[in-house]
């Protein structure tokens, strides 16, 4: 069983920065990809911010050169840098992770339970 907990969220005026945090704990026998993803009011959930098991990352075209999705294995902890925020960034930010807890068992993705954004003057 994975767990993972988000943190970070907050009332921010427009064009201001917040950094989300995604703690994860149990048992990740093997991680194949994590993101972050938001969903606004009356819409659809949608990728913000992915990462390959190899590293790479992608965004949405919302949030290029805005928003910069980080790890730190260390402390097994996934991060998202909001910059220039904008009132349409508003939404609740979950973040998720594909993984493993035991060889041979197939991958399943692992939700948390979502961080408040609120982009408004």
């Known amino acids: 069983q994975v767990q993972l907990v988000e943190s970070g969220g907050g009332l921010v005026q427009p064009g201001g920065s917040l950094r989300l945090s995604c703690a994860a704990s149990g048992s990740i026998f093997r991680l194949y990809a994590m993101g972050w993803y938001r969903q606004a009011p009356g819409k659809e959930r949608e990728l913000v911010a992915g990462?390959?098991?190899?590293?790479?990352?992608n965004y949405a075209d919302s949030v290029k050169g805005r928003f910069t999705f980080s790890r730190d294995s260390a402390k097994n902890t996934m991060y998202l840098q909001m910059n220039s925020l904008k009132p349409e960034d508003t939404a609740v930010y979950y973040c998720?992770?594909?993984?493993?807890?035991?060889?041979?068992?197939?991958?399943?993705?692992?939700w948390g339970q979502g961080t408040q954004v609120t982009v408004s003057s």
């Open positions: 990462i390959n098991i190899d590293g790479s990352t």
């Open positions: 998720s992770a594909e993984a493993s807890t035991a060889r041979g068992t197939i991958p399943y993705d692992y």
